[in-house]
């Protein structure tokens, strides 16, 4: 048999991708991120940080934003906190704003960045709402559900409009006043929307 009637020869596959190359690269870009912002982040500073090729960056992803999007989306689990348990729909809320708002580290920096550019950039508001922002809202939501199935909030709430309500807030106060919200802000969205009203209790004093 020819070579021609054997078909093509099958093709060459290359050098797998080294995950730690690429955990050093995604951490680099956050890293980077935090430090000076979206807009000042180039592929050249992430591939020096991670001191890597500039080559090896674009063999694995085409542009800033694709690797914006895989470290936002890598690092979900350490930009948002976890869900609290403190007993009660306040308490939970309350425990997780301010963590939310308090964190400094690289990563809660970069989330920052990521978040305000968001609003003028098409791409990257895709690339935030695949990751950290679905990350944040299934967070609220399971505190939010969980408040309903302890009987403080009544069963027909509107579970899934309570959990896009604290990330809608601390973006537009962010966009509008261009600062970073803090915790009194946190404070004021729980005692807002997330402190439901006591429910009437006897009076211990009253005669049975």
Same mark, same amino acid.
């Given at each position: 048999m020819t070579a021609d009637a054997a078909g093509p020869a099958p093709a060459r596959r290359g050098r797998p991708r080294d995950p730690a190359v690429d955990e050093s690269i995604l951490a680099a870009a956050l890293d980077l991120l935090g430090e000076s912002g979206y807009a000042a982040l180039t592929m050249e500073r992430v591939a020096a940080r991670a001191q890597v090729g500039k080559a $090896? !960056?674009? !063999? =694995?992803? &085409? $542009?800033k934003v694709a690797l914006v999007a895989e470290a936002i989306e890598r690092g979900r689990p350490d930009l948002v906190p976890a869900v609290p348990d403190t007993g009660d729909l306040a308490g939970?809320?309350? @425990? *997780?704003?301010?963590e939310l708002v308090r964190r400094r580290d690289p990563g809660s920096r970069a989330l920052s960045a990521v978040a305000g550019e968001a609003a003028s950039n098409p791409e990257v508001r895709e690339a935030f709402r695949r990751g950290v922002s679905r990350t944040?809202?299934? =967070?609220? =939501? %399971?505190?939010a559900q969980r408040a309903v199935d302890r009987g403080e909030l009544p069963t027909g709430t509107d579970v899934e409009l309570l959990a896009? !309500? &604290? %990330? @809608? !807030?601390? %973006?537009? *106060?962010?966009?509008t006043y261009d600062e970073r919200p803090g915790t009194d802000l946190a404070e004021r969205i729980v005692a807002q929307f997330f402190t439901p009203a006591a429910a009437a209790r006897p009076n211990p004093s009253a005669d049975s």
């Amino acid at each position: 048999m020819t070579a021609d009637a054997a078909g093509p020869a099958p093709a060459r596959r290359g050098r797998p991708r080294d995950p730690a190359v690429d955990e050093s690269i995604l951490a680099a870009a956050l890293d980077l991120l935090g430090e000076s912002g979206y807009a000042a982040l180039t592929m050249e500073r992430v591939a020096a940080r991670a001191q890597v090729g500039k080559a $090896s !960056l674009y !063999l =694995r992803w &085409p $542009s800033k934003v694709a690797l914006v999007a895989e470290a936002i989306e890598r690092g979900r689990p350490d930009l948002v906190p976890a869900v609290p348990d403190t007993g009660d729909l306040a308490g939970d809320m309350t @425990a *997780f704003l301010t963590e939310l708002v308090r964190r400094r580290d690289p990563g809660s920096r970069a989330l920052s960045a990521v978040a305000g550019e968001a609003a003028s950039n098409p791409e990257v508001r895709e690339a935030f709402r695949r990751g950290v922002s679905r990350t944040l809202v299934d =967070r609220v =939501r %399971q505190i939010a559900q969980r408040a309903v199935d302890r009987g403080e909030l009544p069963t027909g709430t509107d579970v899934e409009l309570l959990a896009l !309500l &604290p %990330q @809608a !807030l601390l %973006q537009q *106060f962010r966009l509008t006043y261009d600062e970073r919200p803090g915790t009194d802000l946190a404070e004021r969205i729980v005692a807002q929307f997330f402190t439901p009203a006591a429910a009437a209790r006897p009076n211990p004093s009253a005669d049975s």
